[in-house]
């Protein structure tokens, strides 16, 4: 048990890997969101990634309760966020946790990756659908021109004002008939 790291050492170790993969990590940040509130060992608000090392020697038992752990791997699993949690109870050498949290960002990273992926194949989708021609509506289909002869030549007139006509005299000869 000589070879397992402080909670101190820890975060400071988590801290390097951290920063070694681009993130610019605070330390001791207040975390308030999703009804949950603690100080978090590391943050990067910008990238929404950090880490947590639990610690009897910082009560941190007390400052995350199940629910609230379960809340923020509820928001990791949807990807609102992606916190890297390690809890004192199993020790962990330095090597160890540097590795566990490699492997961590190697995963989040690959999870980022497949969004950004999903995202851009739906925009593609979406962008085909909206490039797609229109169908032909019925509307468009009444200003079909119609040929009709007149005086040996041929004329086209739109159907619809082809059918109008006989219909507008077809009214007249009733008025008439009627007595109007």
């Known amino acids: 048990m000589s070879d397992t790291v402080s909670e101190t050492k820890a975060c400071d170790l988590l801290a390097r890997v951290f920063r070694a993969r681009g993130y610019a990590i605070a330390r001791n940040v207040m975390f308030r969101e999703y009804g949950v509130e603690f100080h978090v060992d590391g943050w990067d608000a910008g990238a929404r990634v950090g880490f947590e090392f639990l610690s009897s020697e910082d009560d941190d038992h007390d400052d995350l309760t199940l629910r609230e752990y379960k809340t923020l791997m509820d928001a990791q699993q949807r990807g609102e966020l992606s916190l890297f949690i390690i809890d ?68 086209k007139k739109p159907a619809a004002a082809a059918r109008r006509k006989p219909a507008k005299k077809a009214s007249v000869a009733k008025k008439r008939r009627a007595g109007r």
């Open 88 to 155: 004192e109870v199993e020790p962990v050498s330095a090597a160890d946790l540097a590795s566990a949290a490699s492997e961590f960002l190697d995963e989040m990273e690959a999870a980022v990756k497949a969004r950004w992926q999903a995202a851009a194949r739906r925009a593609s989708v979406q962008k085909k659908k909206a490039a797609a021609p229109k169908p032909v509506r019925a509307a468009v289909k009444k200003k079909a021109l119609v040929a009709t002869k007149k005086g040996g030549a041929t004329k």
